[in-house]
């Protein structure tokens, strides 16, 4: 062990001491930041990559397609330095920098899980979808309703003040519909739907008895000005990082938050490796990092530590801080950390074209789609036999360009400059079950460059899973061809869990500390503490997008922490 | 409209070794020998500009040359394409030019602007039949990917983005519904 940890003297500990330490600074943990530095504590946040300044640091983002040597298109390169990376759509020639070298950080697949990541100052916020959908009772009863995983400590009366609490902030547009099972949000303007949509809405809208309905997508792309960001300039290039502000991220909104009030140190190229255990205090007294720039491991300390390092890197952190008192990771008496892995299952809709509006157009890229919010298993009428859960759609309608693919000569080119027909497509987001054995775990024969563990992912989609998808696939073409849609046709590209981006469970919250990680303040059941509210803390998926529920639960949690504080309960 | 980019996708990710096969049977009787190295030489690129202008060529806007497109082939193949689709594209820039000799008795540069269009119209329909006909995993005609890329490259570029098509940097709106009349040029970017 390198000397610096072993010969603590009392003046550097109080140099690396602060009230409190978030680790990862992406969309959780930007927010722990904000809410504990606001709150007067004296904050250290911890990130594993590189600095990314807002705006300074979105380089090539205002170029045009000609300007880029592949006019924005993925090498080869980028192929085998980062395979998976590489096949997500926001990868593009001028986002790639804000994912990571698969080569460079290894995991392994005991079954196909695409892990995609962004290791720098903001995380995923930058590359994120952006999609904002408040969850209800039926998403926050399910567990209890069913049986499946465990029941969530809290309800939607718990969370909903927080969301009205992080949403202004947040900038979200969109459209207050009264939906039971989609709960409205302190919204922005909406967007514009286009012609094709409207009438694809009021076709579905009037088409179903079941009362499902299409609405235009919650998004927190900034139609107004939100503080000084924004307002969205309609590029379609968010996943770059937006100079305009036009999006919420870390490096947007939170991190500049909790750096105005003084009380942030930011401290990139620092990856944690355990979170130190007092077994007399019974806390959690600081963490350990490597910093990635000179390899040497450091201590600091805090009273409260906020673990945001993202699902799979939140869990390995407690899997990989064993002491005597919790020899199988901290707080992992339940031997639920790590289980439990979820993602969405997506990848599966239908398409079609319309004969209307061909003297209609369109002005602008919009960021956004359509929402179709669910509509399977919210109350009696609607509960199916298959499956248990349900899903949504997101999708949306557009007129492209004309694709003819016979043709050589000025004729050919000339009919090439006209736009095509009106199409549109609709994808399925699912929810997928807690099940014990999709899990993550350590592989201590293979270690990192950091002298880390590598990360074992076991994670499949099952019997549940796979019967919805067949009504995730043939709703929509049901849906489409209601609308009036021609040529209607359907899809399933089945990707491998991960894909969707929505990784969550691994130290989930519950009400027994048998048989969960965290209470229903996302406080750890065993080290009272520490607290988690990255997508690890989920005890189910729901089908929404689940950025901003992450969010609001940090919010809740730090508001918790800091009374708890001051109270003198931690 | 995604399934198909996505199939087509596939399609060039497979290759195969029909296309070596009769490459190899038929022979190099060129004067220039075209896509010998994946250094492209100057007489690579203008022979790939006179192809992608031939496609696509000025009109009342700008032609493919204009655009440089030959060279943006180039780049692509270079940096972005696989290596079994590689070997198909540089074996497909010799043949090119061999079954125009065959046909007009000249090579591709030697022939005039009309004997080229002819000849391409040709060769566009044969690879369009065989891009029909052929087996998911047979790799893509080359002619297939050179107009591919001759689209792709011209409708990116500057004048193909804001002169043959519409193009606006920072739209600062969305409108869902607005007018269209026939001949309004679509939008370069989505």
């Given at each position: 062990m390198p000397g610096d940890t072993l010969n603590v003297n009392n003046k550097a500990v109080a140099q690396n001491t602060y009230d409190a330490i978030v680790v990862g600074s992406g969309i959780s943990g930007g927010w722990a930041a904000k809410e504990l530095c606001e709150q007067g504590l004296k904050t250290l946040v911890l990130e594993r990559g590189r600095m990314v300044e807002h705006i300074k640091d979105y380089t090539d983002t205002t170029k045009d397609p000609w300007e880029l040597t592949h006019h924005g298109g993925r090498t080869t390169q980028n192929?085998?330095?980062?395979?998976?990376?590489?096949?997500?759509?926001?990868?593009?020639?001028?986002?790639?920098?804000?994912?990571?070298?698969?080569?460079e950080h290894p995991y392994n697949q005991t079954k196909p899980f695409d892990w995609v990541r962004g290791y720098h100052v903001g995380g995923r916020s930058i590359m994120w979808?952006?999609?904002?959908?408040r969850w209800s009772d039926v998403d926050f009863g399910a567990n209890a309703k069913d049986g499946h995983g465990v029941d969530w400590p809290i309800r939607y009366k718990d969370i909903a003040p927080?969301?009205?609490?992080?949403?202004?902030?947040?900038?979200?547009?969109?459209?207050?519909?009264?939906?039971?099972?989609?709960?409205?949000?302190?919204?922005l303007p909406p967007m514009e739907m286009n012609c094709l949509e409207k009438q694809v809405a009021e076709r579905i809208n009037k088409g179903f008895a079941d009362g499902r309905r299409m609405i235009i997508g919650r998004t927190a792309n900034h139609t107004v000005k939100v503080g000084d960001r924004g307002p969205c300039q309609f590029r379609n290039k968010?996943?770059?990082?937006?100079?305009?502000?036009?999006?919420?991220?870390?490096?947007?909104?939170?991190?500049?938050?909790?750096?105005?009030?003084?009380?942030?140190?930011?401290?990139?190229?620092?990856?944690?490796?355990?979170?130190?255990?007092?077994?007399?205090?019974?806390?959690?007294?600081?963490?350990?990092?490597?910093?990635?720039?000179?390899?040497?491991?450091?201590?600091?300390?805090?009273?409260?530590i906020f673990l945001n390092a993202s699902t799979i890197a939140t869990a390995s952190i407690l899997l990989n801080s064993v002491s005597d008192?919790?020899?199988?990771?901290?707080?992992?008496?339940?031997?639920?950390?790590?289980?439990?892995?979820?993602?969405?299952?997506?990848?599966?809709?239908?398409?079609?074209?319309?004969?209307?509006?061909?003297?209609?157009?369109?002005?602008?890229?919009?960021?956004?789609?359509?929402?179709?919010?669910?509509?399977?298993n919210i109350n009696e009428q609607t509960t199916q036999k298959d499956y248990v859960r349900g899903f949504g759609y997101q999708g949306g309608g557009g007129r492209g360009r004309i694709d003819i693919q016979e043709g050589i000569g000025g004729d050919y080119k000339e009919s090439l400059t006209e736009p095509g027909k009106w199409t549109m497509g609709i994808g399925s987001w699912g929810e997928h079950l807690p099940y014990y054995e999709n899990k993550m775990t350590l592989n201590k024969d293979k270690k990192d460059k950091w002298g880390l563990p590598t990360i074992d992912i076991d994670c499949e989609f099952k019997e549940n899973e796979k019967a919805m998808r067949k009504d995730m696939m043939e709703s929509a073409k049901e849906m489409l061809e209601k609308a009036g849609l021609k040529n209607v046709g359907t899809y399933d590209s089945a990707p491998a869990p991960g894909f969707c981006i929505h990784e969550m469970g691994t130290a989930r919250m519950g009400k027994d500390p048998k048989t969960s990680v965290l209470n229903g303040n996302n406080q750890m059941h065993e080290v009272n503490n520490v607290f988690i509210t990255d997508g690890a803390c989920m005890a189910s998926s729901a089908c929404q997008n689940p950025s901003v529920t992450y969010m609001a639960l940090t919010a809740r949690a730090c508001d918790f922490a800091v009374k708890e504080l001051k109270k003198g309960n931690i | 409209m995604n399934r198909r980019d996505a199939l087509s996708r596939v399609a060039l990710l497979f290759g195969g070794s029909i296309i070596g096969a009769e490459a190899f049977l038929s022979g190099c009787k060129t004067a220039t020998k075209y896509g010998a190295s994946m250094n492209f030489t100057p007489d690579d690129i203008a022979y790939l500009n006179e192809i992608a202008e031939t496609i696509l060529p000025a009109t009342n806007t700008p032609g493919a040359k204009e655009a440089k497109v030959g060279e943006f082939m180039t780049v692509m193949v270079k940096d972005c394409y696989e290596e079994k689709d590689q070997k198909i594209f540089m074996e497909g820039m010799g043949k090119l030019d061999?079954?125009?000799?065959?046909?007009?008795?000249?090579?591709?540069?030697?022939?005039?602007?009309?004997?080229?269009?002819?000849?391409?119209?040709?060769?566009?329909?044969?690879?369009?039949?065989?891009?029909?006909?052929?087996?998911?995993?047979?790799?893509?005609?080359?002619?297939?990917?050179?107009?591919?890329?001759?689209?792709?490259?011209?409708?990116?570029?500057?004048?193909?983005?804001?002169?043959?098509?519409?193009?606006?940097?920072?739209?600062?709106?969305?409108?869902?519904?607005?007018?269209?009349k026939k001949g309004d040029k679509a939008w370069a970017t989505s």
């Amino acid at each position: 062990m390198p000397g610096d940890t072993l010969n603590v003297n009392n003046k550097a500990v109080a140099q690396n001491t602060y009230d409190a330490i978030v680790v990862g600074s992406g969309i959780s943990g930007g927010w722990a930041a904000k809410e504990l530095c606001e709150q007067g504590l004296k904050t250290l946040v911890l990130e594993r990559g590189r600095m990314v300044e807002h705006i300074k640091d979105y380089t090539d983002t205002t170029k045009d397609p000609w300007e880029l040597t592949h006019h924005g298109g993925r090498t080869t390169q980028n192929k085998t330095d980062s395979p998976i990376q590489s096949k997500c759509y926001a990868y593009n020639e001028v986002s790639s920098k804000f994912f990571v070298n698969d080569k460079e950080h290894p995991y392994n697949q005991t079954k196909p899980f695409d892990w995609v990541r962004g290791y720098h100052v903001g995380g995923r916020s930058i590359m994120w979808g952006r999609q904002c959908y408040r969850w209800s009772d039926v998403d926050f009863g399910a567990n209890a309703k069913d049986g499946h995983g465990v029941d969530w400590p809290i309800r939607y009366k718990d969370i909903a003040p927080w969301y009205d609490y992080v949403e202004p902030f947040v900038g979200i547009s969109g459209s207050v519909e009264g939906l039971p099972q989609l709960p409205d949000g302190k919204f922005l303007p909406p967007m514009e739907m286009n012609c094709l949509e409207k009438q694809v809405a009021e076709r579905i809208n009037k088409g179903f008895a079941d009362g499902r309905r299409m609405i235009i997508g919650r998004t927190a792309n900034h139609t107004v000005k939100v503080g000084d960001r924004g307002p969205c300039q309609f590029r379609n290039k968010c996943h770059e990082g937006c100079p305009f502000g036009g999006y919420f991220s870390s490096n947007a909104a939170t991190l500049p938050a909790a750096a105005r009030t003084g009380n942030m140190t930011l401290r990139p190229f620092s990856i944690v490796q355990e979170v130190i255990y007092d077994k007399d205090t019974k806390k959690a007294k600081g963490v350990r990092i490597v910093d990635t720039e000179t390899m040497k491991t450091e201590e600091f300390y805090a009273k409260i530590i906020f673990l945001n390092a993202s699902t799979i890197a939140t869990a390995s952190i407690l899997l990989n801080s064993v002491s005597d008192a919790f020899p199988n990771g901290l707080g992992n008496s339940s031997e639920q950390v790590g289980h439990n892995l979820m993602d969405h299952h997506y990848g599966v809709g239908a398409y079609g074209e319309s004969e209307d509006f061909a003297d209609q157009y369109f002005y602008g890229r919009r960021a956004n789609g359509i929402y179709i919010p669910r509509f399977r298993n919210i109350n009696e009428q609607t509960t199916q036999k298959d499956y248990v859960r349900g899903f949504g759609y997101q999708g949306g309608g557009g007129r492209g360009r004309i694709d003819i693919q016979e043709g050589i000569g000025g004729d050919y080119k000339e009919s090439l400059t006209e736009p095509g027909k009106w199409t549109m497509g609709i994808g399925s987001w699912g929810e997928h079950l807690p099940y014990y054995e999709n899990k993550m775990t350590l592989n201590k024969d293979k270690k990192d460059k950091w002298g880390l563990p590598t990360i074992d992912i076991d994670c499949e989609f099952k019997e549940n899973e796979k019967a919805m998808r067949k009504d995730m696939m043939e709703s929509a073409k049901e849906m489409l061809e209601k609308a009036g849609l021609k040529n209607v046709g359907t899809y399933d590209s089945a990707p491998a869990p991960g894909f969707c981006i929505h990784e969550m469970g691994t130290a989930r919250m519950g009400k027994d500390p048998k048989t969960s990680v965290l209470n229903g303040n996302n406080q750890m059941h065993e080290v009272n503490n520490v607290f988690i509210t990255d997508g690890a803390c989920m005890a189910s998926s729901a089908c929404q997008n689940p950025s901003v529920t992450y969010m609001a639960l940090t919010a809740r949690a730090c508001d918790f922490a800091v009374k708890e504080l001051k109270k003198g309960n931690i | 409209m995604n399934r198909r980019d996505a199939l087509s996708r596939v399609a060039l990710l497979f290759g195969g070794s029909i296309i070596g096969a009769e490459a190899f049977l038929s022979g190099c009787k060129t004067a220039t020998k075209y896509g010998a190295s994946m250094n492209f030489t100057p007489d690579d690129i203008a022979y790939l500009n006179e192809i992608a202008e031939t496609i696509l060529p000025a009109t009342n806007t700008p032609g493919a040359k204009e655009a440089k497109v030959g060279e943006f082939m180039t780049v692509m193949v270079k940096d972005c394409y696989e290596e079994k689709d590689q070997k198909i594209f540089m074996e497909g820039m010799g043949k090119l030019d061999e079954a125009c000799q065959k046909k007009n008795s000249k090579s591709f540069m030697e022939s005039s602007p009309a004997e080229r269009h002819d000849f391409l119209v040709a060769l566009d329909k044969e690879a369009k039949d065989y891009q029909k006909s052929k087996k998911a995993e047979d790799p893509s005609h080359y002619f297939t990917m050179m107009k591919q890329l001759t689209l792709t490259g011209y409708f990116t570029s500057e004048p193909g983005a804001t002169k043959a098509l519409r193009y606006v940097a920072v739209p600062g709106r969305y409108e869902g519904c607005i007018p269209y009349k026939k001949g309004d040029k679509a939008w370069a970017t989505s």
